[in-house]
């Protein structure tokens, strides 16, 4: 997006969305809500609109015979991977998702069957959070990881499994991304 205008009317698109969207939370929250900063449509150097073709390699596609989302999953890896790839070059990246997708579409002229996946704001940080802001900021607290995680089927629990103690007690390096590096080292 390197029309101002465009990144101006994307803007719009999210101030109209933010606005709904905090009405929709409780009236003791909504100041705290609209304290966060929760895009950079305007401050970014780079905001890349990130979509999937659903139609693109029809009419059978291989790997989406049976979960037909499987191309909009492979666009959020792809996000992903970009997100590591500038947080590795240190540059900070947001995903605008307070955004209406069909107005979203409309604004940009993205015709249909085509659909936004993401819209990001990429640039320079002045630095990276030790603690999740909405964490910090008392929004929520992070859901205890006997919650989160299952062992062989859903609700499957093992409380003495070594994978979970190491989660419990290393949380810096599961912030780090260290978690599966330290685990798979010889």
């Known amino acids: 997006m390197r029309d101002v205008d465009?990144?101006?009317?994307v803007h719009?698109?999210?101030?109209?969305?933010?606005?709904?969207a905090a009405a929709m939370f409780?009236?003791?929250?909504?100041?705290?809500?609209?304290?966060f900063k929760l895009e950079g449509i305007m401050e970014a150097p780079?905001?890349?609109?990130?979509?999937?073709?659903?139609?693109?390699?029809?009419p059978v596609v291989i790997g989406r015979t049976?979960?037909?989302t499987m191309d909009s999953c492979s666009a959020v890896c792809a996000v992903q991977n970009l997100w590591l790839a500038a947080r590795a070059e240190g540059l900070g990246v947001g995903w605008v998702?307070?955004?209406?997708?069909?107005?979203?579409?409309?604004?940009?002229?993205?015709?249909?069957?085509?659909?936004?996946?993401?819209?990001?704001?990429?640039g320079w940080v002045e630095g990276y959070h030790r603690q999740p802001e909405l964490e910090k900021a008392?929004?929520?607290?992070?859901?205890?990881?006997?919650?989160?995680?299952?062992?062989?089927?859903?609700g499957g629990t093992d409380s003495q499994d070594p994978l979970l103690d190491w989660l419990r007690?290393?949380?810096?390096?599961v912030a780090d991304g260290r978690f599966l590096a330290d685990r798979l080292d010889p």
């Open 6 to 9: 465009a990144r101006r009317r």
């Open 12 to 20: 719009d698109l999210f101030l109209k969305a933010n606005a709904v």
């Open 26 to 35: 409780p009236h003791e929250k909504q100041d705290l809500y609209r304290s």
């Open 46 to 58: 780079v905001n890349l609109c990130v979509t999937c073709d659903p139609d693109r390699a029809r």
């Open 66 to 68: 049976h979960i037909k």
């Open 97 to 122: 998702s307070i955004l209406d997708q069909d107005a979203l579409r409309q604004t940009l002229g993205i015709p249909e069957p085509i659909v936004p996946v993401a819209y990001l704001c990429l």
């Open 138 to 154: 008392g929004w929520r607290q992070r859901l205890p990881i006997e919650d989160l995680l299952h062992f062989d089927r859903w």
């Open 169 to 173: 007690n290393d949380s810096q390096a």
